[in-house]
Nanobody, 122 residues
Framework: QVQLVESGGGLVQAGGSLGLSCAAS????????MAWFRQTPGTDREFVAT????????HYADSVKGRFIISRDNAKNAVYLQMSSLKPEDTAVYYC???????????????WGQGTQVTVSS
């Protein structure tokens, strides 16, 4: 298991930008594929973006492609999500997740942060 702590959520107006950070500890970070998911009340967790162990492979959900950027810094054991052109429908709790195998399915991730709320006002 790895411990994950997100930060950077908040309230932003539509069209604005916000950056999320996730600090990892407890397992060799370079062995982990990292991802961001999000969830709104009453819905399933939704894949947002994933980055491979060395940062060389990145995938985004179609809903955020061109607006969000995922990145990682293996020297700092951290992963980031830079969000721009935010829309009210981006409002959700955003979770950082870690996996030894990667992918876009949340059940492939065995370590999760506590989540950080992002609210986009119209």
């Amino acid at each position: 298991q790895v411990q994950l702590v997100e930060s950077g959520g908040g309230l932003v107006q539509a069209g604005g930008s916000l950056g999320l950070s996730c600090a990892a500890s407890g397992r060799i970070f370079t062995r982990l594929h990292m991802a961001w998911f999000r969830q709104t009340p009453g819905t399933d967790r939704e894949f947002v973006a994933t980055v491979s162990r060395n940062g060389g492979t990145i995938h985004y959900a179609d809903s955020v492609k061109g607006r969000f950027i995922i990145s990682r810094d293996n020297a700092k054991n951290a992963v980031y999500l830079q969000m721009s052109s935010l829309k009210p429908e981006d409002t959700a709790v955003y979770y950082c997740a870690a996996s030894l195998v990667g992918g876009q399915q949340d059940n492939w991730y065995d370590s999760w942060g506590q989540g950080t709320q992002v609210t986009v006002s119209s």
